[in-house]
């Protein structure tokens, strides 16, 4: 593993020196050409002028001394044509028949890069019509060498410079990604670490870093948390499930160290039978925990009167809270779409709660009600109040605020942990509040209504069937 992470770190690197140095080449390429073609179009131009320089002196002189019968202007030309190397004159009368031309010597022998301008020249004594036509032609060759041998130059000053370009991108690269590397070294002591902590950002880091840092710092806090409150979530699963498995152990082998009577083995097997309810409830309610944290939803139903969906659940707790001499009502209402087996179960939970922790002679109170604008159910009883410093671990998992009503063993401490997490999958919060006069605990409901939908209809009606089928689960952890 680390070798192949040193290999992917070194490909960054080349991949990043690869694309600068292929931008500096571009950039290199591109001056290049755009000197090469202002050195040509100066030349074409030099080449121009020299041609308009020489016409025109052709046409001054022709001016003065063309005439009829008068000899001196192709005498002057013939004398002057040793003083134009690398030219080459040609001149026709208006019939077409040869008036003068340089003559074929080396001085005039040109090469296959030229240059010819054609002009026409006209008599001394002012005819209008053109009495000559000629063309005068300029070797240009030196011109193409030099660029030739500049364009040489400037691939070859492309090429030199593309490769220190690249040269210098890879040091440079390698030097700006030096702080992952350290960073690389870090995590991976982190990883072998039993306390894992955080990066420290150099005090010359590139500011781009921090932000790398401080979410990555963020992260671990976060890891560390969930790694500290799934110990104590295991460390206390351990103990809650160790208690029932020792009373099945210490059971069986007391009913299998001599020999027993029927009835005897039968009362036996019921008691065994209800601690692996129990146990079988407390996997059950664990799992449902998992599935919320792990990001499941409430299915929301159509949109329909929380009072009325709740007064099965009210009629189910109407017997146990008879027993204690405790009476049930429901005061207010709220109309909104809900996941019923969910919304009902958290509602089980609280009642049962507020049933076992009221004062005999009582009521418990469910409260419907909407506080700006969002809706919020309460269950509100009279009873000896919770300590303020237990109230905010109410909803913690296996958290008992009075361990001695709780030493009845049918409860674990996961019933308000489930409320809450009926209302983050309905988006929304829990609320606890107590004090002298009453205990009110619930939680909020996003303010949403559910899109009908015929066959989220269909599975809210099976799971309707099949919750009435867990009905006991819905007692209180």
């Given at each position: ?82 003083r134009r190397p690398g030219t080459r004159l040609e ?70 410079g593309t490769l220190v370009a690249g040269l210098l ?309």
């Amino acid at each position: 593993m680390r070798s192949k992470t040193a290999v992917e770190s070194s490909s960054i690197v080349l991949s990043l020196s690869l694309r600068l140095a292929w931008l500096a080449a571009a950039l290199l390429g591109l001056m290049a050409i755009c000197v090469y073609l202002a050195v040509a179009a100066l030349q074409v131009k030099a080449q121009e002028r020299l041609l308009t320089l020489k016409v025109n002196k052709l046409t001054e002189t022709s001016q003065i001394l063309l005439r009829a019968d008068d000899h001196r202007f192709a005498a002057l030309l013939q004398n002057n044509a040793a003083r134009r190397p690398g030219t080459r004159l040609e001149i026709f009368d208006a019939d077409g028949r040869l008036f003068y031309a340089d003559p074929f010597t080396e001085p005039h022998q040109l090469s296959r890069h030229q240059r010819t301008r054609h002009f026409t020249l006209h008599a001394a004594s002012g005819e209008a019509a053109p009495v000559l036509q000629g063309s005068f032609t300029i070797d240009v060759a030196s011109d193409v060498q030099l660029a030739q041998t500049l364009q040489n130059v400037l691939a070859l000053a492309t090429l030199i410079g593309t490769l220190v370009a690249g040269l210098l991108s890879f040091l440079v690269v390698r030097q700006g990604l030096r702080p992952l590397g350290r960073f690389a070294a870090e995590t991976e002591a982190m990883s072998r670490s039993a306390t894992p902590g955080h990066l420290a950002l150099a005090p010359r880091s590139s500011r781009e870093l921090a932000p790398l840092v401080v979410h990555f710092n963020q992260l671990m806090t976060r890891l560390r948390a969930s790694r500290d409150q799934l110990e104590a979530f295991n460390a206390d699963v351990a103990h809650e499930l160790r208690t029932p498995l020792t009373t099945l152990i210490g059971k069986t082998e007391l009913a299998l160290s001599r020999p027993r009577g029927m009835d005897e083995l039968a009362a036996t097997l019921v008691s065994n039978l209800e601690a692996l309810r129990r146990i079988g409830a407390l996997v059950n309610d664990m799992l449902f925990l998992a599935r919320a944290d792990g990001g499941d939803t409430a299915r929301l139903g159509p949109v329909g009167s929380l009072r009325a969906l709740m007064q099965d659940m009210m009629d189910y707790h109407e017997p146990a809270a008879s027993e204690r001499g405790v009476a049930l009502s429901v005061q207010g209402d709220l109309v909104l779409a809900v996941d019923e087996p969910l919304f009902l179960r958290a509602l089980s939970n609280l009642l049962d709660n507020a049933t076992r922790h009221a004062t005999p002679g009582t009521a418990v109170t469910v409260v419907l009600d909407t506080e700006a604008g969002i809706p919020q159910l309460g269950v509100r009883n009279e009873g000896a109040p919770i300590a303020p410093a237990d109230v905010p671990r109410l909803f913690d998992r296996f958290y008992r605020a009075d361990i001695a009503r709780s030493s009845d063993g049918m409860h674990c401490g996961l019933g308000l942990a489930i409320v809450a997490a009926v209302a983050r999958m309905h988006g929304g919060r829990t609320s606890a509040r107590s004090d002298a006069s009453c205990t009110v605990i619930g939680f909020t409901l996003a303010p949403h209504r559910a899109k009908h939908d015929p066959m989220e209809d269909m599975l809210r009606i099976d799971r309707r069937e099949n919750d009435g089928l867990r009905r006991g689960a819905w007692v209180a952890g």
